[in-house]
Antibody, heavy 124, light 106 residues
Framework: EVQLVESGGGLVKPGGSLRLSCAASGFPFSDAWMSWVRQAPGKGLEWVARIKSKIDDGTTDYAAPVKARFTISRDDSKNTLYLQMNSLKNEDTAVYYC???????????????WGQGTLVTVSS | SYELTQPSSVSVSPGQTARITCSGDVLTKKYARWFQQKPGRAPVLVIYKDNERPSGIPERFSGSSSGTTVTLTISGAQVEDEADYYCYSATDNSVVFGGGTKLTVL
């Protein structure tokens, strides 16, 4: 069974930093393209960042609102995805979801799995 | 960057057909996916590659594509289909979600 478990959320002051983690299991993590997606209270889904698998060159991409403030990374030896968030703003308040795509399991190569999310609140 | 546009809300009675559209230039180049999200829950994939249905998703969910628009169709919508629906597409260097459509079935 695929599992994505986010952790590291909490309350932080504007200008502060936070590091989110996502522990993955049940699928070939090193093959997967991993993303962070956030959802502000009462709002829609917003893509934040993506990191490709190392075999697909491991490049990272960011949404404009977080570029230069957030850093996505992965540790394939630990099956874990990270999001380092710096210079946090009130508008970064959201539930942050970890997602996994682009891997094959049981002959199916179009899965798109989500964790349950972790809440980040930026407030003074 | 690309954008995907969805209607903010769609309403149908139980047993009717619900159609939710999603428009954007990226859809002429890349496939779309559709996600269903119920309150307090993580999104769930219901359609991939414009019109393919993952195992476990009811047959009443289907997708289609024409030019810059993709459509999610729920044939014979049921009360439990009431949820927010998001379209999604991805390129080599970005990912985009539609703004979401609230489907009401009552």
């Amino acid at each position: 069974e695929v599992q994505l478990v986010e952790s590291g959320g909490g309350l932080v002051k504007p200008g502060g930093s936070l590091r989110l983690s996502c522990a993955a299991s049940g699928f070939p993590f090193s093959d997967a393209w991993m993303s962070w997606v956030r959802q502000a209270p009462g709002k829609g889904l917003e893509w934040v960042a993506r990191i490709k698998s190392k075999i697909d060159d491991g490049t990272t991409d960011y949404a404009a609102p977080v570029k230069a403030r957030f850093t996505i990374s992965r540790d394939d030896s630990k099956n874990t995805l990270y999001l380092q968030m710096n210079s946090l703003k009130n508008e970064d308040t959201a539930v942050y979801y970890c997602t996994a795509t682009k891997y094959c399991s049981g002959g199916f190569c179009n899965a798109h799995n989500w964790g349950q999310g972790t809440l980040v609140t930026v407030s003074s | 960057s690309y954008e995907l546009t969805q209607p903010s809300s769609v309403s149908v009675s139980p047993g009717q057909t619900a159609r939710i559209t999603c428009s954007g230039d990226v859809l002429t180049k890349k496939y779309a996916r559709w996600f269903q999200q119920k309150p307090g829950r993580a999104p769930v994939l219901v359609i991939y590659k414009d019109n393919e249905r993952p195992s476990g998703i009811p047959e009443r969910f289907s997708g289609s594509s024409s030019g810059t628009t993709v459509t999610l169709t729920i044939s014979g919508a049921q009360v439990e289909d009431e949820a927010d629906y998001y379209c999604y597409s991805a390129t080599d260097n970005s990912v985009v979600f539609g703004g979401g459509t609230k489907l009401t079935v009552l």
